[in-house]
Each structure stands twice: as C-alpha cells, then as structure tokens.
Nanobody, 124 residues
Framework: QLQASGGGLVQAGGSLRLSCAAS????????LGWFRQAPGKEREFVAV????????NYADSVKGRFTISRDNAKNTVYLQMNSLRPEDTAVYYC???????????????????WGSGTLVTVSS
C-alpha cells in the first residue's frame, strides 16, 4: 500500500514537500514515481526514482523545480516542489513500478500500485 501526504494550498513561487509511505513489500526492490492529474486533464508523469535512489527522471515541465528522492530505511519517497506555478495545481499520486529497478518508466500503465493522492493547489 502507498499513502501520500503533504499537499495543501500555496502561493505561486512557494514550496511543498510531498511524502509517500509504502507498506508491505520492501520498497527498495522497485522504482517509485509521482504522477499528477489536474481537473479535466489526463494523469501525467511527473518524476521517477530507481530502487536505490541513484537514478531519476523528470517531466520537462517540472525539471529544475522538482526533486524526487527516497529513503528506503523509512520506505518513503519524497517530491520536493519548488517555484510552484498555478499550472502545478493537481492531485498528486505516488505509484510503484514493481517490474523495474533500473529502467525508469514514464507510462502510468507500467505502475501496479497507486496511492490515494494528495491535492496541491497553487494560487496566483
């Protein structure tokens, strides 16, 4: 199971840090990603980190502003979001890609488990 938290209301230019705690199978054996879905839009890839935190990949829209990281001792993945923009407003979901430890995949269909989501609202 995955449980995301840390969302909230923030002004443009501000920062938030999302957390996602994994339970059950040891999280260090698979990749973890973040996706988001804005109102009226499809779910989109945000970032992914490999099993040991060495490799990461980001959507162009967040590159340089967001940082994904993980702490396997705590079975938790984080998404540090800086310089937030109104267009970052969305429900953010963490997800587990059980089929990969090194290949960083962006397709939502590749991820088997999903957290419940946490809402991020950025005001202008």
């Amino acid at each position: 199971q995955l449980q995301a938290s840390g969302g909230g209301l923030v002004q443009a230019g501000g920062s938030l840090r999302l957390s996602c705690a994994a339970s059950g199978r040891t999280s260090s054996t698979y990749n973890l990603g973040w996706f988001r879905q804005a109102p009226g839009k499809e779910r989109e890839f945000v970032a992914v980190v490999n099993w040991n935190g060495v490799s990461t990949n980001y959507a162009d829209s967040v590159k340089g502003r967001f940082t994904i990281s993980r702490d396997n001792a705590k079975n938790t993945v984080y998404l540090q979001m800086n310089s937030l923009r109104p267009e970052d407003t969305a429900v953010y979901y963490c997800a587990a890609d059980l089929g990969s430890t090194w290949v960083l995949r962006r397709g939502s269909s590749e991820y088997e488990y999903w957290g419940s989501g946490t809402l991020v609202t950025v005001s202008s």
